[in-house]
């Protein structure tokens, strides 16, 4: 791998273009993408601007998002449209998709009428909706017809068609009744009928579907394509797998960038651009800061009690920490039991219950812990018991909040992961010392005197 | 589903365990599992008891692990051979491998000669292994042979194999040399050699390869199904999609949890059992819980410079808050872009440098941010430099070790992930302290003038 990396460095240069196009030509285009995302980015564009046509459109499918925005921008339209041409109809509109509207305008212009008219048809969707990617590509069959007919309709299709693992089978209405596997079609007599040897397909898919939903369904259904149908069941396009393992990693990887307060989660690993990263980050950061500076502005409120018992303060940092903390696992217990669908609103309830007697379990071990070494260290109870109490109410404050933001967010439509991010801790931070602060304040002659 | 959950749970009161058993014959056993997943788990325990020996097979390799070990626990011996006996032989490994060694032993006593073989063959693999996951039943053909002797095949092999989409095409030694899409061999003529329409296998497995690495090898190339080799690159046996999406969920699951402190992802959502769970997440709570208590320890022996200049209290949260969230977010990029394959020891080194210029803008805008407010909110321009100067600092302390524990965890074998969790952020939280207060000491005569 490394030296593949080297070799083309090296070709780029030398100026030996056409030895890296000679190169790129043999191997699998996978690997070529995959060496080609730790490339800067004028690398990228001159190791593709190399590529002959073919192994450019095989390596543009295999490349990151953020990648192919870069080795297309700016390319001629002529030559986009030669790629765009030879891609499947859901690799084609996704490119379009991301192009400004005359560049896309243009492209479309130059692709022969089907072509376009399929990409138009695509365009339409949301590019997280089934629609959005599922291909039109795909090979149907009645249930009227025989095994042989169904091989001569592979036959035709086969060019177009990439990755035949089942046949769509319809009724005269065009509404899928069922699928066959190829590996039953080909034990098949040649006069056998369809509709006595199709499988019943376990799963439909609406066009307007959320590709998250649609990732559950196959992980469900264990299926490797699925038939993407309009609202009288007919037939409209169909999903491969592939794309769903695109999606998983995707949401996965969406969810994880949210927690730790990063938006623009493609670019995440491979953007050279230190400004552009810094404000991917930073919004989230600056809420931090906000939350941080009103904590701050509390500890000043009640600076002068602080005065007065200045042992209170060694445990700031610990409640606020441990609430934070707390939160952030429920939060993240619930945001992924949405996102995997273990968790839904109708069991949200038995979950938050579930989450205050751990809370209570896991406060009243920290409580008596963080009371204990109260007590030692600073030979008071009182604080002792403070410490203990604040602990043990602030952990289960935390984990109430840290259960309840998720489906708050979920019901205002808001996706639910941002909430075991930043903001959620924030909060959970504020309110821990707002809990110790009233309960210092409740014991306050008990600990002073 | 609600529905169907409200009709199994009725069934369950009313004892119409025969209904249920219908009911749950005539359905798709992913549907079934997928209800059971939202019972208790002795409920879960009542409706498998209440299956036919088929619909119960089916319905236990779709079930999550945890309800899995739940349903399995204290069945009879001759029941869970029977189970046993009826599944691929990667899941038949799975479940006896979960069994504790009596019970093992026990069921593979029953099972005839051929299946408890095949079991003890895979028992030897790491189960996180690709021998792990692999299964033994698949349809090979000789490179030799013709397209009508592999259609045979695929007749001998149907009962046994499910979901063929490719032949593993063999030379004269067992070797792998290359694969064969049912697509291909249905328009084949039938005495074609199959050396004259295989294609090459653009991917081989090894044994011992870890089932991350298996992951992005499926993902990487599109692949439905791949060959497992020996070091002589003998078919071993094959690994298939499904399994490669359960990894897929795994692996980020894993880090999801690791990330907010929690082990045990697996019943993260649907252990009931409080004790359980908060055996789960307290362990690092704990380690939280010392960090923070060091913070403390840090503050207590800073009081004396507290006490005469109490403005600096109310910047502590902030500068803590600030220098655990970054810590966070570089922590995050590293590990996932190790865990993709974006990241690697090669260009780690130029990720830390862009780290640092990624750290230094946002210390800077968060730097002067804070030391703005500080400076107009107690009228102290020193306030402001000593505020600005530690919160720059802090963030670029904190990305760097954001950045190296990764990658200095990788390097002594340790799972990167658990350091986007709190045991990084705690060290940054204890760090940005020690540059606050150092600031502070540098700058203490001109800031209580």
Redesign the interface.
């Known amino acids: 791998m490394?030296n593949l990396l080297n070799t083309i460095k090296d070709q780029l240069e030398t100026g030996k273009l056409n030895e890296l196009s000679a190169m790129a030509a043999d191997m699998?285009p996978?690997?070529l993408a995959?060496a080609m995302?730790?490339l800067t980015d004028q690398e990228k564009r001159d190791v593709f601007q190399a590529l002959d046509p073919k192994t450019a459109t095989e390596v543009v499918v295999?490349l990151s998002e953020y990648s192919r925005d870069q080795v297309l921008e700016g390319l001629h339209p002529n030559k986009l449209a030669e790629i765009v041409d030879e891609l499947p109809s859901d690799e084609a509109t996704d490119i379009i998709a991301e192009l400004p509207t005359d560049q896309a305008r243009e492209v479309l212009s130059r692709l022969d009428e089907e072509d376009s008219d399929e990409v138009r048809a695509l365009l339409i969707y949301d590019e997280d909706s089934a629609g959005g990617i599922m291909q039109l590509e795909l090979v149907s069959i009645l249930e009227s017809q025989t095994a042989s007919e169904a091989?001569e309709a592979?036959?035709i299709k086969?060019e177009e068609v990439e990755?035949?693992?089942n046949l769509f089978v319809l009724d005269n209405q065009s509404r899928v009744v069922g699928m066959l596997?190829?590996?039953k079609?080909?034990?098949a007599d040649p006069l056998t009928r369809i509709r006595d040897i199709m499988e019943p397909c376990?799963l439909f898919i609406q066009a307007d579907e959320d590709q998250e939903a649609v990732a559950h369904k196959?992980?469900?259904?264990?299926v490797?394509s699925a038939p993407v149908v309009d609202a009288k069941g007919r037939l409209m396009g169909r999903i491969t797998?592939?794309d769903?393992?695109?999606i998983?990693?995707d949401e996965?990887?969406e969810?994880?960038?949210r927690?730790?307060?990063?938006s623009g989660e493609d670019e995440?690993?491979?953007s050279?651009d230190?400004?552009k990263?810094?404000r991917m980050?930073?919004p989230?950061?600056?809420v931090?800061?906000g939350?941080?500076?009103v904590?701050?502005?509390l500890?000043?409120h009640f600076?002068m009690r602080?005065?007065d018992a200045?042992?209170l303060?060694?445990?700031?940092?610990?409640?606020?920490?441990?609430a934070g903390?707390?939160g952030?696992?429920s939060?993240?217990?619930v945001v992924?039991?949405f996102a995997?669908?273990?968790?839904n609103m109708?069991?949200i309830r038995a979950i938050l219950f579930?989450e205050i007697?751990?809370a209570l379990?896991?406060g009243v071990?920290?409580g008596l812990?963080?009371g204990t070494?109260a007590f030692f260290w600073h030979h008071n109870p009182y604080l002792g018991l403070v410490v203990g109490l604040a602990m043990t109410s602030a952990i289960s404050a935390a984990s109430i909040l840290g259960t309840l933001a998720p489906a708050l967010f979920k019901l205002l439509n808001v996706d639910p992961a941002i909430s075991?991010g930043?903001v959620v801790?924030?909060l959970n931070?504020i309110m821990g010392?707002l809990i110790y602060f009233g309960i210092s304040t409740i014991f306050y002659t008990l600990l002073v005197q």
């Open positions: 490394q699998h996978a690997d995959h995302e730790s295999e091989i592979i036959r086969r990755d035949i693992h596997p190829l590996s079609l080909i034990l376990p196959f992980r469900r259904y264990d490797v797998i592939d769903v393992m695109e998983m990693q996965a990887q969810d994880i960038a927690m730790a307060g990063i995440m690993f491979l050279r230190s400004f990263m810094s980050r930073l989230w950061l600056l931090n800061l939350g941080g500076l904590s701050g502005w500890l000043w600076k602080l005065a200045l042992f303060l060694a445990f700031i940092p610990v409640i606020m920490a441990m903390n707390v952030v696992q939060a993240t217990i992924r039991g995997v669908g273990q968790i109708d069991n579930k007697r751990v379990i896991m071990v920290c812990t963080a070494v075991s930043p801790a924030t931070d010392l």
